[in-house]
């Protein structure tokens, strides 16, 4: 029976249920809300504390570490940067991007994955994250192997495909709905997400919103504490849309909340940079022929998307 609605499930479920419900709920709405995910609640909740403070700090300090050519991928952006893909405002949000460490030889460093750089302050904002970054990448590779299972791959199909890989974790911050932004600008533009799947704490507040395949908007709110994790255009392009990569926002707030901050912390699990895309062959059927039969890096495709969302020149 086709999913209704979004089901909130738990990581600690058995293993094939685990992968019978999410693989439906991805399926169906390209989401899921997972609990039960394991990251201690002490270390999100100094990760909160950390981003208001470094958010907080005075425009001009915070622009001592936006590296212009980056496309954003570590450090500062500004305000105002970035822009949906076709859309015509830019998001009402500033962010700041952790990646993986890589020593200065690695064969993949010199593949979009820069060095991190850190702020001088808050104190212990780099020990944080860097725990933090982890314990994301933990949480994403348990989710990937059970997509694999479902997907009737090897449970541990994703392992070398996202080794090493360029995933990057966002500290965001909605600033105050400001009383000049342009007519129609919103916090987050209508858009997907470039990687195979992200992982989300802080959905909480009421502003992210999905696009079912019905054309109706969805909230969506998981648990105090759980993550809300979506299908990225790689997995979708890796499952020839068995997956898809499904539409989504954050709305402005009415009233009260318009005077107020709303921060996330979204986790971009990505490939490794020099993974070449290939349709997994089960996913190729007569009713659904393969629809990317010429081969690409996970790079050139992350260049390509950087650029259409305004990151990249």
Request: glycine share 8%; aromatic share 10%; charged share 25%.
């Amino acid at each position: 029976m086709p999913l209704k609605t979004l089901p909130v499930i738990s990581l600690t479920t058995e293993a094939d249920a685990l992968s019978r419900e999410l693989g439906e709920s991805f399926q169906a709405f390209g989401f899921a809300m997972v609990k039960d995910h394991g990251i201690d609640p002490a270390l999100i909740a100094r990760a909160w504390k950390l981003t208001a403070e470094f958010f907080a700090l005075p425009e001009d300090e915070k622009r001592t570490y936006y590296i212009d050519g980056l496309g954003g991928a570590r450090g500062y952006t500004p305000f105002g940067t970035e822009i949906a893909k076709g859309a015509k405002r830019h998001d009402l949000k500033e962010f700041w991007h952790v990646g993986r460490n890589l020593p200065a030889d690695h064969p993949l460093a010199a593949m979009s994955m820069f060095p991190n750089i850190w702020p001088t302050r808050p104190e212990g904002f780099r020990e944080t994250f860097e725990e933090l970054y982890a314990e994301f990448d933990r949480v994403g590779a348990r989710i990937l192997s059970r997509i694999a299972v479902w997907l009737g791959l090897d449970e541990h199909w994703f392992e070398p495909a996202i080794e090493d890989g360029n995933s990057v974790m966002r500290l965001l911050h909605y600033p105050p709905l400001p009383a000049d932004a342009e007519p129609g600008a919103i916090r987050a533009g209508a858009h997907e997400d470039i990687n195979l799947i992200t992982l989300l704490l802080g959905a909480e507040e009421a502003g992210l919103e999905l696009l079912a395949k019905s054309g109706e908007w969805i909230s969506v709110s998981p648990p105090e504490g759980a993550l809300a994790v979506n299908i990225g255009d790689m997995l979708q392009r890796l499952t020839n849309h068995v997956l898809p990569s499904t539409t989504h926002r954050v709305r402005n707030p009415e009233g009260e909340r318009a005077k107020h901050s709303r921060y996330s912390m979204p986790f971009f699990l990505h490939l490794r940079s020099d993974f070449p895309f290939k349709t997994l062959p089960q996913c190729i059927t007569d009713e659904n022929p393969d629809r990317y039969p010429v081969s690409i890096t996970a790079d050139d495709y992350l260049q390509e998307r950087l650029r259409e969302i305004g990151l990249k020149k």
